[in-house]
């Protein structure tokens, strides 16, 4: 996979198995890494680790990797089902002070929330 585009990427990401979490807003695939898909207008808590995540700039699908050092709140307010990996991370629902938003999402009617695998 390491000649994947970040697009190609992101869509063998949407391919792999979710399941439920404990939590309403994730769906979690355990594999070689944590396959993280968060629900629209919702967020979850990260512990330190790394992420990264595939998201859609103005001209081209782009991969970008955070080493998180401190507890952050990830913040999905777009219309769309965003997904990203986790390494080292652990999740939660108590709302931090530092966040990572993800704004400026158009509505995908091809994605859908509740589909279980």
Same mark, same amino acid.
């Given at each position: 996979?390491?000649?994947?585009?970040?697009?190609?990427?992101?869509?063998?990401?949407?391919?792999?198995?979710?399941?439920?979490?404990?939590?309403?807003?994730?769906?979690?695939?355990?594999?070689?890494?944590?396959?993280?898909?968060?629900?629209?207008?919702?967020?979850?808590?990260?512990?330190?680790?790394?992420?990264?995540?595939?998201?859609?700039?103005?001209?081209?699908?782009?991969?970008?990797?955070?080493?998180?050092?401190?507890?952050?709140?990830?913040?999905?307010?777009?219309?769309?089902?965003?997904?990203?990996?986790?390494?080292?991370?652990?999740?939660?629902?108590?709302?931090?002070?530092?966040?990572?938003?993800?704004? *400026?999402?158009?509505?995908? *009617?091809?994605?859908?929330?509740?589909?279980?695998?």
């Amino acid at each position: 996979m390491v000649d994947d585009s970040p697009y190609q990427l992101l869509q063998s990401w949407k391919q792999k198995k979710y399941r439920k979490t404990n939590y309403d807003n994730i769906h979690a695939c355990y594999n070689d890494l944590k396959y993280i898909r968060i629900k629209p207008k919702s967020n979850i808590t990260l512990s330190p680790g790394f992420m990264s995540i595939v998201l859609k700039h103005p001209k081209e699908w782009v991969m970008q990797n955070f080493k998180l050092e401190n507890d952050v709140t990830l913040c999905n307010e777009t219309h769309n089902v965003i997904y990203f990996t986790l390494q080292e991370c652990l999740l939660s629902e108590e709302e931090r002070e530092y966040k990572l938003h993800i704004k *400026n999402g158009v509505p995908n *009617n091809e994605e859908k929330w509740e589909i279980d695998i």
